[in-house]
C-alpha cells in the first residue's frame, strides 16, 4: 500500500486578513489619574449596587420574620387565654434551653420577659 506524500502548496499564499490590531493597553502604572479615578469609581459603584441590594432582601427576610413573630405571639396569647399557662415552667423551661444553648452562658431575662408579655392577660400596647 502506497502512501501519499501531502500535495505541496503552490507558490502564491492564500490571501490572508490580518485581524486589527487593539490599540496596547497601557499598564495599570501608566493609567493616568482620571482613567484609574473613573476606573475605581466604576467599580466601586458595582459594589455599593451589590451591597445595596443584598440589603434590601435582608430588610424583607427580617419583616418577614416579624410578621411570623407577631403572629405567632398572638396566637399563643390567644391559645394562653383560653387554656391557662404554668408561667413558673414554662420560665425553667426557658433558663434550661438558654443555658444549654450556651454553656451556661446566657442571659435568658430577656427571653423570661417575652414569655411573661405574652402569656399576660393585658391588652398589649403597640407601637
Not at 502548496?9 to 501608566?30: H, I, M
Not at 391557662?84 to 423570661?112: E, F, M, P
Request: aromatic share 0%.
Amino acid at each position: 500500500m502506497a502512501i501519499k506524500k501531502p500535495a505541496k502548496a503552490s507558490g502564491k499564499a492564500a490571501p490572508s486578513v490580518a485581524p486589527k490590531k487593539a490599540a496596547p493597553l497601557k499598564a495599570s502604572r501608566e493609567l493616568d489619574t482620571e482613567e484609574l479615578l473613573a476606573a475605581n469609581l466604576g467599580a466601586m459603584t458595582n459594589v455599593v449596587a451589590s451591597i445595596s441590594e443584598t440589603l434590601d432582601m435582608l430588610v424583607q427576610k427580617v419583616e418577614s420574620m416579624a410578621y411570623h413573630i407577631i403572629a405567632t405571639e398572638e396566637v399563643l396569647a390567644e391559645v394562653v387565654a383560653a387554656n391557662g399557662l404554668d408561667l413558673a415552667r414554662v420560665n425553667a423551661r426557658i433558663r434550661t434551653k438558654i443555658a444549654d444553648g450556651t454553656d451556661n452562658l446566657g442571659d435568658s431575662s430577656r427571653a423570661v420577659d417575652v414569655a411573661a408579655s405574652i402569656a399576660s392577660p393585658l391588652p398589649k400596647c403597640r407601637m
